[in-house]
């Protein structure tokens, strides 16, 4: 995933190729509604914490989704 402030115009044509579009957060969701997405727009969190856990990985110093 990567986070900008402006879609450019080709990202917006690609995105409103889709019916819906998935985002992580109202901050992403604002943007592209912002540059103009006409695709339907749903919040989704892809990490459901009572399954999910972000715990440190000692070894390199790595985050491990277990």
């Not at 402030?5 to 889709?18: A, G, V």
């Not at 399954?51 to 000692?58: D, L």
Request: one cysteine or more; aromatic letters at 16%; proline letters at 2%.
């Amino acid at each position: 995933m990567w986070e900008t402030t402006k879609l450019s115009r080709s990202q917006i044509f690609d995105c409103d190729k889709y019916q819906t579009l998935f985002l992580p957060s109202k901050w992403c969701l604002d943007v592209f509604k912002q540059c103009g997405i006409r695709s339907n727009i749903e919040l989704f969190d892809g990490f459901v914490s009572n399954v999910y856990k972000v715990t440190k990985f000692v070894k390199k110093d790595k985050l491990v989704i277990s």
